[in-house]
């Protein structure tokens, strides 16, 4: 029987190849195939027409870390862990690596936060994450202790801050 040609699974049968076998080093007739992932691999016969092997073993690898993936491991636990701060870390997704506390200000203002801005959980929970619970503080402060310094640091100052959507209700209150 001729398979060359053949389809079986992912595998294209291209040619028959002879190879030695056993400890007689006798000759068996196998099926060089192309799987569709470009890597060539020999079968036996039986192997192919009985649906033995699906491919290469690319397919088993999918399946294996499709299984293992996110929530499907054992091992899931939300895609969120505690880190060695105490804050919850995002491990899986868009926001792989980042601090939960920093995203969910993010997302709610619609806001690029800074690197010298921190998000302050009030109730002084790092687990507590909603946005009731955090607000933005800033780290930088002004180089030198002259009025004109100061005046020059919070002009600049009210300037990064004149988008974020606090700023407007902030100014009214101070000024009303």
């Known amino acids: 029987m001729d398979l060359t040609g053949k389809k079986f699974n992912r595998l294209l049968v291209i040619k028959p190849i ?3 076998r056993g400890k007689n080093r006798s000759k ?16 036996d016969t039986t192997k192919l027409t009985r649906s033995m092997v699906k491919s290469c073993g690319c397919y088993n690898k999918e399946v294996v870390k499709e299984r293992m993936t996110g929530s499907n491991n054992p091992f899931w636990k939300g895609g969120k862990v505690i880190n060695a701060k105490g804050y919850v870390e995002i491990k899986y997704g868009d ?8 995203v969910v200000y993010e997302n709610y203002y619609n806001i ?3 690197p010298h801005q921190n998000i302050h959980h009030i109730n002084g929970d790092k687990t507590d994450n909603r946005i009731e619970n955090l607000e ?4 930088s402060q002004p180089g030198g202790q002259r009025v004109e310094d100061k005046i020059l640091y919070y002009n600049n100052y009210l300037k990064e801050y004149k988008d974020h959507p606090l700023f407007k209700e902030l100014i009214m209150s101070i000024f009303n």
């Open 18 to 20: 002879w190879v030695e």
């Open 28 to 43: 068996q007739k196998v099926w060089e195939c192309l799987c569709d992932c470009g890597i060539i691999k020999s079968f």
């Open 95 to 102: 926001n792989r690596g980042k601090l939960e506390h920093r």
């Open 112 to 114: 690029k936060l800074k």
């Open 136 to 139: 933005l503080w800033d780290t």
